[in-house]
């Protein structure tokens, strides 16, 4: 069973302050790797993309991938009000399916 | 540019009722997707495509029949409705592996 793997939360944050979200996959010939941001009664929507390991940076967020430890994270700097919702964590699988994580709920405080 | 657009945004099914969700993308993409979410269960696989006259099972496909005969549509089928398909069903597209555009969602209730 390939699986994705995200703490539920919440996670709450101070405004201002770095919020880090956290996600393990299980297929090690994973390519792509994808966080998205979903607020309540919405539908998800794509904030970031990585393929190689290290870092990628794009604004405030800044995803990491480590392949050998079958690892990726989200860094949100500065956090936002605005930021709170649930991030969902997705793991391109080998077969082209894209297999999500149950997300992770973050609330900024303000 | 619509995007991904879905219909119908709400439904209430009787059990054992049929009914066909609505999923038109009009960026040409080739990959079209499927997924339902539960509360607190994420996103799950339903049915997906690669091109026109081509589908796949993903996770959790029994109950379910898809169709791809164009490159913009991707209706999902729901023969003998059962309350364990009372779910948000997505459907979404994406020109490859590059990240998906979500269509707004259809909220399905089966009582």
């Known amino acids: 069973q390939k699986e994705v793997e995200q703490n539920s939360g919440p996670l709450s944050v101070p405004e201002g302050a770095i919020a880090s979200l956290n996600c393990t996959y299980s297929d090690r010939g994973s390519q792509s790797f994808f966080w998205y941001r979903q607020y309540s009664g919405k539908s998800p929507e794509l904030i970031m993309f990585i393929y190689s390991n290290g870092d990628k940076e794009d604004g405030r967020f800044t995803a990491q991938l480590n392949k050998a430890s079958q690892y990726v994270s989200l860094l949100i700097r500065d956090s936002q009000p605005s930021d709170s919702a649930t991030y969902l964590c997705a793991v391109n699988m080998r077969d082209d399916k894209i297999i999500f994580g149950k997300g992770t709920r973050l609330h900024i405080l303000p | 540019n619509a995007g991904v657009t879905q219909t119908p945004k709400f439904r209430i099914l009787k059990i054992g009722q049929s009914m066909t969700l609505q999923c038109t993308q009009d960026m040409n993409h080739n990959y079209m997707y499927w997924y339902r979410q539960d509360p607190g269960m994420g996103l799950k696989l339903i049915y997906y495509s690669v091109g026109a006259g081509i589908t796949d099972k993903g996770e959790v496909p029994n109950g379910y029949n898809v169709s791809r005969s164009t490159t913009e549509d991707f209706p999902l089928r729901l023969e003998l409705a059962a309350p364990s398909q009372t779910s948000v069903y997505f459907c979404?597209?994406?020109?490859?592996?590059?990240?998906?555009?979500f269509g707004s969602g259809t909220r399905l209730t089966v009582v």
């Open positions: 979404a597209s994406s020109p490859s592996d590059r990240g998906y555009t």
